[in-house]
């Protein structure tokens, strides 16, 4: 026995309204099918969008092909229909504007039901009249099959829209799905925008079939809506960095810049750059690519074409952005058109640089190489593809992007390693910007207090000194030693504590003492008891000599004392420095004091993610990074996605027993800033704003440990 499909009529409303992801997609795939009807121009308008019951959206192309009765019949009501696809595959072009078809499975025509129930479609050849097809979704889910269903089609002997020699399609929905609001508009108006590739490249010529195709949104009753809304053309001239690059017949060529407006130049006297190649090897930085590039200099790119690519990156450092004409105009349009998009032939393919997309993981990089790294929210660029030259690279049928396949994966690859060219060369502007603009940093730490010296200006007052001071100076020696052996050793966990809290209790009592009476012999007795208590710890202890020490061993060692507490805590870390995309140096140094000075940061960040973030997963985000950006020298930069210094002001956050922990003690602060002090560095708290080389992911507190002096690595 043998059987066939028999496919049912819902068939038809799942093709639509479940495989076509957004209405903004359904009405990029009827325009689509304009551009391969060899259309001049398509037109969107959209009537009474607040009222469902009225609301309409036309979409209608002008000069395109349209479809006579046998295309209808044979072709459009034919859902799978392949003659798109053998139409590109045999490379035939359209008459008029030579363009290659870009549908090939044949059910973008369903995207209509995304949109709403009823559809009446008008549309006119050259050489037959004037043809009406409608449509009511809904009476269609009333057969059971596909062969069952009948649509209404009329041949109008007087045309009703394209009239004489005039051809085209004209689609009108009703009955839609959901209202459009303003804020539907505007997105649907951005998506129109982005149809086809705004980019000019120069010389370069790849997307001049896309160039005769205009697509244009109108909202009818509301021009407002829509008024204020700019396009990429009107803010790329704001960037700051540029970058254009063309592979072609296996070989690079790119161009760089560097454009500082005119008030930056005169204010900040830099200077704008230039910087170009031609016809060069492709730069991979992975040995594996760059071999099998160098073997088959020739064939390597074959199935990927001719690739062009431009991008541009903007700065929105505090003493840059103040510098942009309309700041806030490019940051709100940044936010939703952030990323580097992808065309064929001038015509996009979703959902590549949509917001919520980040095929090319520049956000990954950014935590990787964080002081080159591009960010994706000041982003924004295109890459252009020969549609003839790669039809290995298919569009998944929900139009959502390409299918990853060893050619997708190899295009990604690509474009990745033109990107690391593009850090690299705005690395080195970058860090020129800052130098120029950056103030200079200061720490908003104060010295620490000597807990004695309450005790000397009182006994002064009380006319003690000649009895007390010999004893307070023993102390006050001991006391420091104390400190220093103790610091120099790594101990700075119960011992310290204890300690710390001892000998301050006492100084406490002893001040009342001193304030409420004479009795030089109580005194005298409580600064024995310092001397004993001071005596004991530090003969626990041993000295530790300062030796040269690399940045990046010692954060590989923090970093293993650390890792199975991020795993435990579900915290993302990253420390580029290990993997060679931050700078090394060496400082002289005690190791175990650092070690423990560290920790101390990272004990910090851990405990205020898990009391922002408690047990979400996928949140909490630690960065341990290198950084150059301090005059007095490199840095150790703990930086994290917590609540930030809001919980205490930083300058009591490193005073012995200011916590805003719970059960907390207040030493590990003033125990770090302590250990930089007596290394004749600092301790800097900051806000994020504060430092450039942080990721974007560190928005919550700022630690920089700064050394005094050091020598750059060599690699």
């Known amino acids: 026995m043998k059987a066939s499909f028999k ?70 009501l034919e859902p799978g229909a392949d003659h798109k696809e053998k139409q590109r595959n045999s490379g035939i072009v359209t008459k008029k504007h030579k363009r290659l078809p870009l549908g090939e499975k044949g059910v973008g025509r369903f995207a209509v039901h995304k949109l709403g129930q009823k559809i009446d479609l008008h549309t006119k050849t050259k050489d037959s009249p004037e043809i009406k097809i409608s449509i009511d979704w809904r009476s269609l889910d009333e057969n059971k099959y596909i062969d069952e269903t009948e649509i209404d089609i009329t041949v109008n002997t007087e045309p009703n829209f394209f009239k004489g020699d005039e051809t085209g399609t004209k689609i009108v929905i009703s009955q839609l799905n959901n209202i459009l609001s303003k804020g539907d508009i505007r997105n649907l108006h951005r998506n129109i925008e982005s149809i086809k590739s705004p980019f000019e490249y120069k010389d370069f010529k790849l997307d001049e079939k896309a160039s005769s195709f205009d697509v244009s949104l109108i909202v009818e009753k509301h021009p407002e809506w829509t008024k204020d809304l700019l396009d990429i053309r009107n803010i790329i001239d704001e960037a700051l960095f540029k970058f254009t690059f063309l592979i072609e017949n296996g070989k690079w060529s790119w161009f760089y810049e560097f454009n500082p407006n005119e008030s930056l130049r005169a204010i900040h006297k830099i200077e704008p750059r230039t910087i170009s190649e031609e016809d060069v090897y492709f730069e991979f930085s992975k040995k594996v690519d760059r071999d099998n590039y160098l073997k088959n200099t020739n064939t390597y790119f074959k199935e990927l074409g001719t690739i062009l690519g431009e991008i541009y990156v903007f700065d929105f450092d ?77 569009e998944k049928t929900n139009r959502e992007g ?40 200061k720490s ?89 208590l001071l005596d004991t710890y530090a003969t626990l202890l041993k000295d530790e000599k300062s030796k040269d020490c690399s940045l990046k061993i010692l954060m590989q060692g923090n970093f293993d004392l650390a890792e199975l507490r991020f795993e435990l805590h579900d915290i993302l870390c990253s420390c ?24 101390n940061l990272v004990d910090n960040a851990i405990y205020w993610l898990d009391k922002r973030w408690g047990n979400e997963t996928g949140k909490k ?62 301790l800097v708290l900051l806000n994020p704003e504060d430092v450039d080389s942080i990721p974007s992911q560190a928005n919550g507190a700022v630690a920089a440990l700064v050394f005094k002096g050091g020598e750059p690595c060599k690699k």
Request: proline share 5%; glycine share 8%; hydrophobic share 35%.
């Open 7 to 76: 496919p049912r009529a819902r068939l038809l409303k799942l093709l639509g309204d479940q495989l076509i992801g957004t209405p903004q997609l359904a009405i990029f795939e009827l325009v689509k099918n304009s551009y391969d009807a060899d259309a001049d121009s398509v037109k969107v308008v959209i009537t009474n969008p607040e009222d469902i019951e009225k609301a309409t959206i036309e979409v209608t192309d002008y000069g395109g092909e349209g479809m006579n009765m046998d295309t209808i019949t044979n072709i459009w």
């Open 318 to 394: 505090p003493e840059v952005r103040k510098f942009y004409s309309e700041t806030g105009a490019i940051k709100t349009f940044l936010s939703e058109n952030k990323g580097i998009r992808v065309y064929r032939d001038g015509i996009r393919v979703y959902n590549y640089g949509e917001p919520q997309d980040d095929w090319l993981a520049l956000d990954q990089r950014r935590v990787k190489r964080i002081t080159k790294g591009l960010n994706r929210g000041i982003t924004v660029g295109g890459i252009s593809l020969d549609l003839s030259q790669t039809p290995t690279l298919i």
């Open 402 to 441: 390409f299918i990853e396949n060893p050619s997708y994966e190899k295009l990604r690859n690509v474009i990745q390693h033109s990107i690391g060219k593009f850090e690299t060369l705005r690395h080195t502007d970058k860090s020129r910007l800052r130098e120029v603009t950056t103030p200079e940093v």
């Open 444 to 532: 908003s730490i104060s010295e620490i207090g000597n807990p004695i010296d309450e005790i000397k200006r009182i006994s002064q007052k009380r006319g003690l000194d000649d009895v007390l001071l010999p004893v307070i100076k023993k102390v006050e020696k001991s006391y420091y030693e104390m400190r220093d052996i103790m610091l120099k050793s790594g101990m700075a966990g119960l011992n310290m504590s204890v300690a710390l809290h001892e000998i301050h209790r006492g100084i406490k009592d002893t001040k009342k003492i001193v304030e409420h009476g004479t009795d030089k012999e109580l005194i005298l007795k409580q600064f024995d008891r310092f001397e004993l």
């Open 576 to 599: 580029p420095v290990l993997v060679g995309d931050e700078p090394d140096y060496t400082v002289k140094i005690p190791s175990k004091l650092m070690t423990s000075a560290v920790n």
């Open 621 to 682: 985000y630690l960065y341990m990074g290198v950084s150059e950006e301090f005059d007095k020298g490199p840095a150790i930069i703990i930086a994290d996605n917590g609540p930030g210094w809001k919980h205490i002001d930083p300058e009591d956050a490193v005073k012995p027993f200011m916590t805003t922990k719970s059960g907390g003690m207040g030493i590990g602060l003033y125990y770090t800033n302590t250990v930089m002090e007596m290394l004749g560095g600092e």
